[in-house]
C-alpha cells in the first residue's frame, strides 16, 4: 500500500483565517476527507497538533503500526499536521498517534472533526463519506417565520436513549425514532423537539453532556445519514430540532481532547480556568484564536450539515464567571478585579454573531441560572446575543409554591407573582427540564400535595400556569404524561402509565394547551413584551387566585385566564374584564377528560358593574385547583 502523499485542502487565505480565529468552517478542512488525488482515490487527513514532533495516522488499515503513515507539518507554523492516504476510504477506522516535543509525551487520539465515531466503549474514528438527499425544503424555505421569536415555541425535551426503548430493552434507532418519536411529537402538537447531547459521547451516565466527537452524532443509535433522516422527517411534519451544545468542559478521556498533542492544546492550561471542580473536566481555552473557531465551526457544522433550527447551549453561567463552583484562592479576577470571565463573553458573543449572521432562521437559546444582564439582548446593544435564556428563577419560585399544602399557599402569593417583576428582561423560555427530574428531586407529579386527585389537579393547574404566563414552553419527556417516578436514563419512560385515566388526562391536557398556545396569538405575539400581558388581580392571596390578560395584536384575540390554587371552589366570582360581551370558555383543566371534577362556565356575559378598575365585570366558577381561560 503507498503511504502518505504531500497533498492539502487549505489555502493561505484558510490559515490566515484559523491563525486569527474566524475560520468557521474547519469541518471542510480539518478531519478526514475521502478525495481523489492525481485519479487516485483514498483520504485526506488534517489535523491540528502545534507541538507535536511526529504524527502518524493508525487504523485497521496498517494493523494500528505507528509511523506507517506519517503526515507532513505544514511550514506555516499553522501547527496542522496532513496528508493524503491512497486506497483507503469511507467506513476506515482510525487515530491519530502523537508523538509531542513537550518530554516526548505520546498520545493516541480520535479524530477532533471526525464526522462518525465507533460504538462505546470502543473509541476510534470512522472515516465517513455518505450523501444524504434532503427533503426539508418547505420547512427550510419557511423556518425564518416558524422559528421567529413571535411564534408558538411549545419544546419536548427528549433523550434518545430513554425515550422508549424496543422490548428486550435496546434502542430505539434513529430509523425507528423517525417514525415513533416524530408521530407522537406530531400528534401531542409539539411545536420543536430538542434533544439532550447526540454529539458522541462514552459514558452513557453523562447523558451525553461529556463529548469527545463534537463533529459525530453518536453510533448508539446509527450513522450520520440515519440522524439526518430524523431531523429530515421532523422537518417534513412541521417540527423544528434544537439540539442541546456544550461548549462550557469536556472530558479527561484518554482520547479525547484533552492534552491532545502533549501540552494544553483545547483546555486553559491554568487549571483555575481550564478545570472544573463540579465535573470533574476541563474548560476550553477561550482565548485561544484556534479554539474559538472550533467551537464556533462545530455549532454552525449542526445547522448547516444537518438542518438543526436551534442550539441550546449548556451550563452558560460557568463560562461567564471565574468564580463558579470556586472557593476563594481557587480563582484569579480579571483585569478589572471582578470575576466575569472576558474571555467566555467575548466568546459568547461571537459565537451568537456568527450563528445569527450565517443562518437567519436559527435561534440559540442560552441555560443560564445567574442575574447576568442581557443575555438574550442583541450583541450591538451590549447584549451576549442569545435568543432566548432558561427561565430559572421562575422555575425555582414556581415549583416551590407547587410543593406546599394548599391551605398555606396564601401566605406565598409572591411566589408566583415575583415573576412578572421581571419577565420581560429577557426573552425567557419556561424550563420543566430533566434537571427537576432526577437526584432524589422527585417527578413533578409527586412533588405536588395532597391525594392522587389533588396531585393530579395540581399538575393540570401547573402545567396551565405555564402556558399562559408569558414566555416559551418547554416540557421534559415523561412530563405530558405525569410520568410517577424519576427519570432513569438507562431504561424507557413508564409508556404504560398512559392506560390510567389521570395519566392519560394528562396527555389530553398538554395536547389541548400545544393547541391553545398554536392557535391563540394572544399566547405567542408578544410573549416577550410587557404589552402582551396585564394583571387584572394578583392580590387575592386570600383565596390564593390570579387573574390576569394576555395580549396579541388585535384586541379582539386577548383572552383572560383565572386560575385558583386551592381545592375550594371560587363560585359567583368577580372579577374585571376590559370590554362589554359574552365571553366563551375555552379552556378548563377541571374538565372530566383530564380527570378533573367537571366544574365549568357555560353561558358568560359581561355585567356594567365596575370591578379591578374595569367599568365591566363577569361572575365566573375558577374550578378547585383548576385554570380557565376565556376568549
Given at each position: ?172 434507532s434513529y430509523k425507528e425514532l423517525s417514525q415513533d418519536l416524530v408521530k407522537y411529537v406530531k400528534d401531542m402538537g409539539f411545536t420543536h423537539v430538542e434533544f439532550m447531547p447526540i454529539m458522541e459521547y462514552p459514558y452513557d451516565p453523562s447523558w451525553g453532556y461529556q463529548l469527545t466527537g463534537y463533529f459525530a452524532p453518536t453510533s448508539r443509535f446509527g450513522d450520520p445519514e440515519e440522524f439526518k ?403
Open positions: 500500500m503507498s503511504k502518505v502523499i504531500v497533498h492539502s485542502l487549505f489555502s493561505e487565505f484558510d490559515i490566515d483565517l484559523f491563525k486569527s480565529g474566524k475560520h468557521f468552517k474547519l469541518y471542510e478542512k480539518l478531519g478526514s476527507h475521502p478525495i481523489e488525488v492525481d485519479g487516485k482515490k483514498g483520504t485526506y487527513f488534517a489535523v491540528w497538533a502545534p507541538t507535536a514532533k511526529s504524527v502518524s495516522v493508525v487504523g485497521d488499515f496498517n494493523g494500528w503500526q505507528e509511523n506507517e503513515h506519517q503526515l507532513n507539518v505544514r511550514w506555516d507554523e499553522s501547527g496542522i499536521w496532513e496528508g493524503f492516504i491512497p486506497e483507503i476510504g469511507h467506513g476506515t477506522l482510525y487515530k491519530y498517534s502523537i508523538h509531542s516535543n513537550n518530554f516526548g509525551i505520546a498520545t493516541e487520539k480520535a479524530d477532533p472533526f471526525a464526522k462518525f465515531c465507533e460504538h462505546p466503549p470502543k473509541t476510534a474514528s470512522v472515516v465517513w463519506e455518505a450523501d444524504y438527499k434532503w427533503k426539508d425544503k418547505k420547512w427550510m424555505d419557511t423556518r425564518e417565520d416558524k422559528n421567529a421569536l413571535d411564534k408558538p415555541y411549545s419544546v419536548y425535551e427528549v433523550h434518545l436513549g430513554s425515550w422508549k426503548r424496543n422490548e428486550n430493552g435496546d434502542f430505539l433522516l430524523l431531523v429530515d422527517k421532523l422537518h417534513q411534519n412541521g417540527i423544528g430540532v434544537i439540539l442541546d451544545w456544550v461548549p462550557s468542559h469536556f472530558p479527561e478521556d484518554a482520547h479525547g481532547l484533552g492534552f491532545f498533542d502533549g501540552s494544553h492544546l483545547y483546555e486553559h492550561p491554568d487549571r483555575r480556568k481550564g478545570y472544573h471542580p463540579d465535573w470533574k473536566s476541563l474548560i476550553f481555552n477561550y482565548g485561544r484564536n484556534e479554539v474559538r473557531a472550533f467551537l464556533i465551526s462545530n455549532a454552525l457544522f449542526w445547522l448547516d450539515q444537518y438542518h438543526v433550527d436551534g442550539l441550546r447551549v449548556d451550563a452558560v453561567a460557568s463560562m461567564l464567571y471565574l468564580d463558579y463552583s470556586r472557593e476563594e484562592g481557587e480563582w484569579e479576577p480579571n483585569m478589572y478585579g471582578n470575576n466575569e470571565n472576558l474571555e467566555a463573553i467575548s466568546f459568547i458573543r461571537e459565537l451568537n454573531e456568527t450563528v445569527y449572521g450565517s443562518f437567519p432562521g436559527v435561534q440559540t437559546i442560552a441555560e443560564e441560572s445567574t442575574s447576568f444582564s442581557m443575555v438574550s439582548k442583541p450583541v450591538n446593544m451590549g447584549g451576549l446575543g442569545f435568543g432566548m435564556k432558561w427561565m430559572m428563577g421562575w422555575m425555582h419560585d414556581t415549583l416551590e409554591y407547587f410543593k406546599k399544602e394548599p391551605i398555606y399557599r396564601k401566605h406565598h402569593q409572591n411566589d408566583l407573582t415575583f415573576s412578572m417583576t421581571y419577565a420581560f428582561t429577557e426573552n425567557f423560555m419556561l424550563p420543566f427540564s430533566h434537571d427537576e427530574v432526577v437526584y432524589g428531586k422527585k417527578s413533578l407529579l409527586y412533588r405536588m400535595p395532597g391525594d392522587e386527585w389533588q396531585q393530579f389537579a395540581n399538575l393540570r393547574l401547573l402545567y396551565g400556569y405555564m402556558f399562559t404566563h408569558p414566555g416559551t414552553n418547554l416540557i421534559f419527556m415523561g412530563g405530558e404524561f405525569g410520568q410517577s417516578s424519576e427519570w432513569n436514563y438507562n431504561q424507557s419512560l413508564d409508556w404504560h402509565l398512559t392506560q390510567y385515566d389521570f395519566h392519560s388526562g394528562i396527555q389530553k391536557l398538554i395536547k389541548d394547551l400545544n393547541k391553545i398556545y398554536k392557535t391563540n396569538p394572544a399566547l405567542y405575539e408578544k410573549q416577550f413584551s410587557q404589552e402582551g400581558f396585564q394583571w387584572i388581580d394578583y392580590g387575592d392571596g386570600e383565596n390564593s387566585v390570579l387573574t390576569y390578560l394576555r395580549k396579541g395584536h388585535q384586541e379582539e384575540n386577548n383572552i383572560i385566564v383565572a386560575a385558583n390554587f386551592t381545592p375550594v371552589p371560587r363560585k359567583n366570582y368577580r372579577i374585571g374584564v376590559p370590554k362589554t360581551g359574552a365571553l366563551k370558555e375555552i379552556f378548563n383543566s377541571d374538565a372530566k377528560k383530564y380527570g378533573g371534577s367537571g366544574a365549568k362556565n357555560s353561558a358568560v356575559k359581561t355585567e356594567k358593574k365596575s370591578c379591578h378598575g374595569f367599568d365591566d365585570s363577569i361572575e365566573i366558577t375558577i374550578p378547585p385547583l383548576g385554570i380557565v381561560i376565556f376568549q
